[in-house]
T-cell receptor, first 113, second 114 residues
């Protein structure tokens, strides 16, 4: 069974500072990885996804993530955060059958002025 | 804006009652998945429907059931509600069923069971 672990439940950071949100996955088969963002009282919005090819994936709102097979990680990064980036971020993987997203527990990014 | 809508936005029920939650997928999307998100946790997969047939199920009891209709709408039904069913219920539609497909989420229905 696949699993996704987000190592930090909360990440406080000052505005314009860089941030990294960590995600580790476990899967014995090919894995497809996603990062979603959830703003308060809203559903989930896709930030980026890794399917194959280049290990560095660029997404919306200036976010990027790097797939590292040897470390089974898919960490999310942004070089300079804004107050508006304050939200809950979820890492997820999709199984080979393609019919089930497995989510991590989420990381709350809190951007302070 | 994902084009996926859900109704109602909020709902309060009492233990033992039954509830139906509704979702309208993006036009052309033949796959819909439902997730339960308890407070402070990540979403948990309930089941997926592909072309009106159940296409995978998570670790949820049979009192959680669903339907998908030809008009891109779907339902999640929960019988014999329990207090632990209180959660945000999310539906997500995708163009088709496949591990590389992006799932587009609705805003969710927040269910409170008293």
């Amino acid at each position: 069974a696949q699993s996704v672990t987000q190592l930090d439940s909360q990440v406080p950071v000052f505005e314009e500072a860089p941030v990294e949100l960590r995600c580790n996955y476990s899967s014995s088969v090919s894995v497809y990885l996603f990062w979603y963002v959830q703003y308060p009282n809203q559903g989930l919005q896709l930030l980026l996804k890794y399917l194959s090819g280049s290990t560095l994936v660029k997404g919306i709102n200036g976010f990027e993530a790097e797939f590292n097979k040897s470390q089974t990680s898919f960490h999310l990064r942004k070089p300079s955060v804004h107050i508006s980036d304050t939200a809950e971020y979820f890492c997820a993987s999709n199984n080979n059958a393609g019919n089930m997203l497995t989510f991590g527990g989420g990381t709350r990014l809190m951007v302070k002025p | 804006e994902t084009g996926v809508t859900q109704s109602p936005t909020h709902l309060i029920k009492t233990r033992g009652q039954q509830v139906t939650l509704r979702c309208s997928s993006q036009s052309g999307h033949n796959t819909v998945s439902w997730y339960q998100q308890a407070l402070g946790q990540g979403p948990q997969f309930i089941f997926q429907y592909y072309r009106e047939e159940e296409n995978g199920r998570g670790n949820f009891p049979p009192r959680f059931s669903g339907l998908q209709f030809p008009n891109y709408s779907s339902e999640l039904n929960v019988n014999a509600l329990e207090l632990d069913d209180s959660a945000l219920y999310l539906c997500a539609s995708s163009l088709t069923s496949g591990s590389q497909e992006t799932q587009y989420f609705g805003p969710g229905t927040r269910l409170l069971v008293l």
